[in-house]
């Protein structure tokens, strides 16, 4: 029997070295007003035992480890049509490029890219119209949390710089891919990625996809078992951008990562994990992060390979 606290433990002391590695987000400014050398890690196992280490409690900017709510909310609501607006390959290109949206006529190459969430946000508001409070009340379930919330400073900040999210959002609408106002989804979007939870909170909240679908404290499925499967084929191949190649052959699991520094990840079956260190490598995770979990699978010889 692994002693993951133990593991953890270890982990926490390794990382050192890596927590002076990599920038903090900049281009979103209130972004760099987080202390740079933070980290946390937090795993629960399916049979919901719990483990922690590193600031647990504190909350950071989920940013991109939105998407996944967010299209897990889309799947449940409108499942395959999605993809008759999204693609699910590998984008090769930064979460936040423009070029590949031209030649393929302003379908976005997967929804874990910026063009790709703007247009599941899209289709969230065509269900249900306030996208905002739907995408933080839905997270609020999953983690069983009533005082998880928007940081308004993050998403006023973001709104004022987003100017490349804002270019592809009207590109998008010139070809018909966006049917609401741009500035409409922006401002869902913007305020999706500044929800603040802690590795914690995102660690509990993301359990569905290590369990089948199933957060075990609620009484429905969030996803059935097939729609769980697809979106940790779509976490593994397109989860954490144009570093998706080097991610799967250092760590091999399924993961989401987002500019705040967070990377959420499970191991279908087992658990999910969730690790924080704000610093970021050039495709924009976390350099901390990412070693913590290649230690981890490395560690405990659990992943997906
Ligand atoms: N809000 C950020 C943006 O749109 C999210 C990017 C990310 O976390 N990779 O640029």
Known sequence: MLDFQAILQEIEIEIQPYLTQGKIASYIPELSMVEPTSFAMSLMTVDGQSYH?????????????????????????VDEKIWERIGKEPSGSPFNSLVQLEYENGIPRNPFINAGALVVTDVILNELKDAQKSVLNFIRTLAEKEDINFDFSVAKSEALTGFRNRAMADFMKSFGNLHHEPSRVLDAYFHHCSIAMSTQELCKAGMYLANRGVQPWLSEPILTQRQTKRMNALMLTCGTYDAVGEFAYRVGLPAKSGVGGGILACLPGNFSICVWSPRLSEK??????????????????????
């Open 284 to 305: 924009g995770n976390s350099v901390a992060g990412a070693k913590a979990l290649e230690l981890f699978t490395t560690k405990t010889k659990m992943s997906i390979f």
């Open 53 to 77: 280490v590193g600031a647990h409690h504190k909350r950071f900017s989920i940013q991109s480890i939105s998407k996944l709510f967010t299209l897990t909310m889309a799947i449940s609501l």
